[in-house]
Antibody, heavy 121, light 108 residues
Framework: QVQLVESGGGLVQPGRSLRLSCAGS????????IHWVRQAPGKGLEWLAV????????SFADSVRGRFTLSRDNFKNIVSLQMNSLSPDDTAIYYC??????????????WGQGTLVTVSA | EIVMTQSPDTLSVSPGERVSLSCRAS??????LAWYQQKPGQPPRLLIH???TRATGTPARFSGSGFGTDFTLTISSLESEDFAVYYC??????????FGQGTKLQIK
């Protein structure tokens, strides 16, 4: 079955960087776009970014553009979210989700369990 | 940016009741709308896409409707496992793929 597993979360100081990973299995990983969505404690969902199936195209929300970057390794079935210049406002559970298709034009069909990022001194 | 607004924020209902949740887009999004269910400590789960198409595994008591700017998620007869937070999301114009703020369905 489709499985997405996020990793790399933890406690990080303001201004520092963190790299999250999303490992996919149970499907043709290189045929689907991958989204990242976060949820601050007690808050709603915030879409952050999407990368296309081949990694050639990526889009970001204004709140993270210029600080966050995406990459993917289709040999290892991993998408990575590099997060720089972190602030306490970035504290959240970070989810990856598989898009319905290859380009990221749709919705999150399957979701990982999430990884918690806490930004604090 | 398209802003999605859900109403109400919280809805108190009894099992067995019929309930409708509303989602409104600030601009027309055709039928490019998804609904998700999220229970405490769990990731969101896709319920509906294309405004009205049930995702695999979504029970038939869930139905979606709407076009343009106004959308509704209806649960025909609430079961205990349906008490959760529901989010709508547009995927018509992006970035961002904006979510609504959520509607919490709680037991009366």
């Amino acid at each position: 079955q489709v499985q997405l597993v996020e990793s790399g979360g933890g406690l990080v100081q303001p201004g520092r960087s963190l790299r999250l990973s999303c490992a996919g299995s149970g499907f043709n990983f290189d045929s689907y776009a991958i989204h990242w969505v976060r949820q601050a404690p007690g808050k709603g969902l915030e879409w952050l970014a999407v990368v296309s199936d081949d990694g050639a195209d990526a889009s970001f929300a204004d709140s993270v553009r210029g600080r966050f970057t995406l990459s993917r390794d289709n040999f290892k079935n991993i998408v990575s979210l590099q997060m720089n210049s972190l602030s306490p406002d970035d504290t959240a559970i970070y989810y990856c989700a598989r898009d319905h298709g290859p380009l990221g034009y749709a919705y999150g069909e399957d979701w990982g369990q999430g990884t918690l990022v806490t930004v604090s001194a | 940016e398209i802003v999605m607004t859900q109403s109400p924020d919280t809805l108190s209902v009894s099992p067995g009741e019929r309930v409708s949740l509303s989602c409104r887009a600030s601009h027309s999004i055709s039928t490019n709308l998804a609904w998700y269910q999220q229970k405490p400590g769990q990731p969101p789960r896709l319920l509906i896409h294309g405004a009205s198409t049930r995702a695999t595994g979504t029970p038939a008591r869930f139905s979606g409707s709407g076009f343009g700017t106004d959308f509704t998620l209806t649960i025909s007869s609430l079961e205990s496992e349906d008490f959760a937070v529901y989010y709508c999301q547009q995927y018509n114009a992006w970035p961002p793929y904006s979510f609504g703020q959520g509607t919490k369905l709680q037991i009366k």
